[in-house]
């Protein structure tokens, strides 16, 4: 029974995340309306209408029929130019920044309403052209429901206009920026919030004999069900510590978590416990914080590239993970669940501060060591996280070693002098600060003709 749930659980969210959920769900509430129109006209609602409104009654049946076959030829080429639109943007947002921005994309829930609604209209004329000249009626046409089909009609022409507006803001970078920006720090917030009210780490995860779990599938491990997993634990009366974040890449029969007793049916409960794992291919950053990193690198990194050549784009990325580091010096590197007597019952890290900043740094580094604006930007990036950085002392040495990285690559790579002379004003700065373990190395400038 805990399989099915777990399983109805993992499809309803795949569905409700899909580019087609909201267009079914409209449409549908559109067949139930013409149906119940339909209903109605059986009552004699046009013949109500017809004496108090003679204005919105069609009563003649070439004008009803052309009406119909217009709205639904027009309603089709409006779906699949619109469709196509969406098609061009998500192909072209792949190319000029990530393919894993897609889902992001996709997942825009205003685009997915329009679209639902020229489904929607497209039904409705349908069901209603098809019972033109019905025998059932009291008046000859269903004329209301034709002049519904219109407004909704005359609706879905203002919301087309809507849609260029939003698809046309959708597909530039500040936007797609942004939008993982601040999907990424819901996100950061919420697993920070969450370790405040927990606390820190159990001291039923220090103890015990550790047994190996081995994987049963391949595949990357998104998320899991962290309730349900607190109760099976609970059940077998073991702690579990996952030896990787979530994220990961887990291999079959290859160890990827541990459990701090024997267990009699191991396999069992392994078993049961993959069934509340969720294994899938997108990287969701209101899944995983740690997407949200690696799609701002990944878009700096293609910004960067010779055929896009658009250090701006790099710049403003540089700025949101910015943001986002400081957010994550405040998150600590494990997390544990608790059960309802407050044992602590599951164990997994996550991906250290320090892996974070050399993962999402290190591309940006390597790609823009020789673009002095991406430089000072990173050197103001390193300033800004000083500043926070002495609530968490701990984290200074990978400060010094990731801005001192930096330096090592921009002495071999800036060689004029007057660029050179800008970064020691900003190293200076750094150094002034006096945050750092020990002083960050200047560069050495000679400019000729300089006193």
Not at 16 to 35: D, E, H, Q, R, W
Not at 332 to 352: N, Q
Not at 356 to 364: D, H, Q, R
Not at 395 to 413: I, Q, R, T
């Amino acid at each position: 029974m805990n399989k099915i749930y777990s399983k109805a659980k993992f499809i309803y969210y795949y569905i409700v995340n899909s580019i087609g959920f909201y267009p079914t769900l409209i449409s549908m509430t559109f067949a139930l309306l013409a149906l119940v129109m339909l209903y109605l006209e059986v009552l004699g609602i046009s013949k109500v209408l017809k004496d108090d409104l003679p204005f919105v009654i069609i009563s003649n049946s070439e004008t009803a029929r052309l009406i119909l076959s217009s709205i639904t030829t027009g309603i089709i080429s409006l779906t699949v130019f619109s469709f196509t639109m969406v098609m061009l943007v998500l192909n072209q947002a792949g190319s000029n920044f990530t393919p894993r921005v897609i889902p992001g994309l996709i997942s825009y829930k205003s685009n997915q309403r329009v679209m639902g609604l020229y489904l929607g209209t497209l039904i409705y004329t349908l069901i209603i052209m098809v019972n033109v000249h019905s025998s059932y009626y009291s008046v000859p046409l269903p004329g209301f429901s034709i002049f519904l089909a219109m407004c909704f009609t005359i609706v879905c022409l203002g919301f087309f206009v809507y849609f260029i507006h939003s698809i046309s803001l959708s597909i530039q970078i500040e936007s797609i920026l942004e939008s993982i920006f601040e999907v990424t720090r819901k996100k950061l917030k919420a697993e920070i919030e969450e370790a405040k009210e927990k606390g820190g780490k159990s001291s039923a995860v220090e103890g015990g004999v550790w047994i190996d779990l081995k994987s049963p599938k391949t595949g990357y491990l998104q998320s899991m069900e962290e309730e349900e997993v607190v109760k099976l634990c609970r059940k077998h009366d073991v702690v579990l510590c996952f030896e990787q974040p979530l994220g990961s890449f887990f291999v079959e029969d290859i160890p990827f978590a541990q459990v701090n007793k024997p267990i009699e049916a191991i396999d069992d409960f392994t078993e049961q416990l993959f069934v509340h794992l969720n294994f899938y291919r997108e990287e969701r950053p209101d899944v995983n914080y740690l997407f949200g990193f690696k799609h701002i690198t990944e878009s700096a990194v293609r910004a960067l590239s010779p055929s896009l050549n658009d250090p701006g784009t790099c710049i403003k990325a540089i700025d949101y993970l910015t943001a986002l580091f400081i957010l994550r010096m405040q998150l600590p590197d494990e997390k544990v669940l608790y059960d309802e007597s407050g044992e602590g019952r599951v164990l997994f890290k996550h991906e250290t501060f320090e892996n974070v900043l050399t993962l999402s740094l290190s591309p940006i580094r390597l790609y823009g060591k020789g673009t002095n604006v991406v430089i000072i930007r990173l050197l103001f990036l390193f300033r800004s996280m000083l500043v926070k950085v002495s609530e968490h002392p701990h984290l200074k040495p990978c400060l010094y070693n990731e801005a001192l990285l930096l330096v090592n690559d921009v002495d071999g790579e800036v060689n004029n002098a007057g660029d050179r002379e800008k970064i020691n004003e900003q190293l200076q700065v750094l150094n002034s600060m006096q945050v750092l373990p020990r002083p960050l190395p200047l560069l050495s400038v000679n400019i000729p003709g300089q006193i």
